[in-house]
């Protein structure tokens, strides 16, 4: 269990970049190009890795049927996930949309209960319902100062997050290599934000420290930090309370983009995020103290 959290601790360090550095590329690059791009880098990486350690030789374990099933989980829980959380960047500041798609662990918690069959605890409950009263709270006064959709970006986020805990507990219950599949999963993402993208946006061509966004959205936060989650959570014997470290994420994240992308930390905002992580360490610690009984 160390070492899962431990895993967990550096997923979350790397992801609190994540909504800055994506940010800052939407300026100048179109989304679905810099998720094709960075998906495929993600892809090429794994791949290098798995020739390495003689990971790739498992892949003939596998039979069509398990591939078709990875692709399907990198289809929703990436591509999916990654083009409507990109969306809603795009609409909303970057602590707004980054607040929206921490409501990503509640819906793993949610989903672990439906097809995992763990036990739904009256604290889960009060948990998802401190949570979503952060969106109510999120959403009054606007969209900050993005100047886009803030409604469609909200929603699109909201989605998002259901996605990647939809596919987080879904992969869990697959139970498959997390070398392998997780090459194969970034691969169904780059080549269906491709073939969308060609036929929706007018790429661009990417040139100079755009380059260093791509290389580190596409390897440190995509394939580093990505596989990473997935070994702590396949690892750990109650998908709830690794989730639960997710929710340090947000809190750095506004910090980097305040840095970074020179944004207004809002009360507003602070206020929401406390609602949306709130009923998760309360249901925490009282799940904590039940099982110390």
């Known amino acids: 269990m160390k070492k899962n959290y431990i895993y967990a601790v550096v997923t979350v360090l790397i992801w609190s970049t994540m909504a800055a550095v ?6 100048d690059i179109p989304s679905l190009e810099a998720l094709s791009v960075s998906s495929f880098l993600a892809f090429l990486f794994l791949l290098l890795m798995n020739l390495k350690t003689g990971a790739i030789r498992e892949m003939k374990r596998y039979s069509v049927k398990d591939y078709a099933v990875m692709g399907g989980l990198g289809f929703i829980g990436l591509f999916l996930y ?27 918690v949610v989903f672990s209960c439906i097809i995992l069959k763990e036990k739904f605890t009256f604290t889960k409950g009060a948990a998802m319902l401190c949570s979503f009263a952060g969106i109510v709270i999120l959403s009054l006064g606007g969209g900050g100062s993005s100047g886009g959709n803030a409604a469609a970006g909200m929603i699109s986020c909201v989605i998002a997050a259901a996605c990647y805990g939809l596919f987080s507990v879904l992969n869990k219950k697959a139970a ?26 007018t790429w661009v061509p990417i040139r100079g420290t755009q380059w260093l966004g791509m290389l580190w959205l596409g390897v440190v936060v995509d394939a580093v930090a990505y596989l990473l989650w997935a070994l702590a959570l396949n690892g750990a014997e109650n998908s709830a309370k690794i989730a639960n470290l997710a929710y340090l994420t947000p809190f750095l994240s506004l910090v980097v983009s305040a840095v970074f992308l020179d944004e207004k930390i809002t009360l507003r905002a602070l206020t929401a995020l406390v609602f949306i992580i709130g009923g998760i360490l309360v249901q925490s610690i009282c799940e904590t103290r039940r099982g110390k009984r």
Request: aromatic share 14%; glycine share 4%; net charge neutral.
């Open 22 to 27: 994506v940010k800052k590329m939407l300026y």
């Open 82 to 108: 990654s083009a409507l959380y990109y969306y809603g960047l795009a609409q909303l500041t970057s602590q707004e949309a980054c607040i929206l798609n921490y409501l990503w662990p509640i819906m793993l």
């Open 176 to 201: 498959y290599n997390q070398n392998i599949s997780m090459m194969v999963v970034w691969l169904a993402a780059a080549v269906c934000s491709m073939v969308l993208g060609l036929v929706t946006e």
